[in-house]
């Protein structure tokens, strides 16, 4: 078994749709990135490259490359997936807490959950994702934008 921590931070920025584990949320402001800013995706990403020692996000998708502008972070996820499996692993699970103040998680958190099981090949029992807030305290907590930890499990297939 292979363990990887993946993080990410952004800021909103008006004008942007919303993404969480690629689902939209609707009403929300979007974040600012290179690609649509899937705060939670991007930090999945994090956790299972390094799980499998493959690097990081960075590294396969630079946001210094415009082929990656407004990228669907889904498609990414589903780039990093193969390459783990090429590497000989599977998913065993995700736990990823996502902080922020608004908007609030409850209501989207189960469909987050089967969306980034099926990105993962994986069932939803595998996959947690929690909804924080952080007390007022620092940028996130004020409201200025969104960030995520999470923690892969890899298992050799």
Not at 76 to 95: C, K, P, Q
Not at 114 to 141: F, H, P, Q, W, Y
Request: net charge negative; proline share 3%; charged share 25%.
């Amino acid at each position: 078994m292979k363990i990887g921590l993946g993080y990410d931070s952004h800021r909103f920025e008006d004008g942007r749709a919303l993404f969480l584990g690629g689902v939209q949320i609707p009403g929300a402001v979007g974040l600012k990135g290179h690609s649509d800013a899937d705060v939670l995706i991007h930090a999945v990403i994090d956790s299972l490259l390094g799980a499998a020692a493959l690097g990081d996000i960075g590294s396969h998708f630079p946001d210094t490359d415009a082929k990656w502008k407004g990228a669907d972070s889904a498609e990414l996820l589903r780039t990093v997936v193969a390459e783990v499996r090429s590497a000989g692993y599977r998913v065993g699970n995700i736990d990823a807490t996502v902080i922020c103040e608004r908007p609030k998680l409850r209501p989207h958190i189960d469909a987050i959950r089967a969306r980034l099981a099926g990105l993962l090949g994986t069932d939803i029992g595998c996959v947690s994702v929690k909804g924080k807030t952080n007390e007022k305290m620092d940028d996130v907590g004020a409201g200025v934008g969104i960030e995520v930890h999470c923690v892969a499990l890899l298992e050799e297939k």
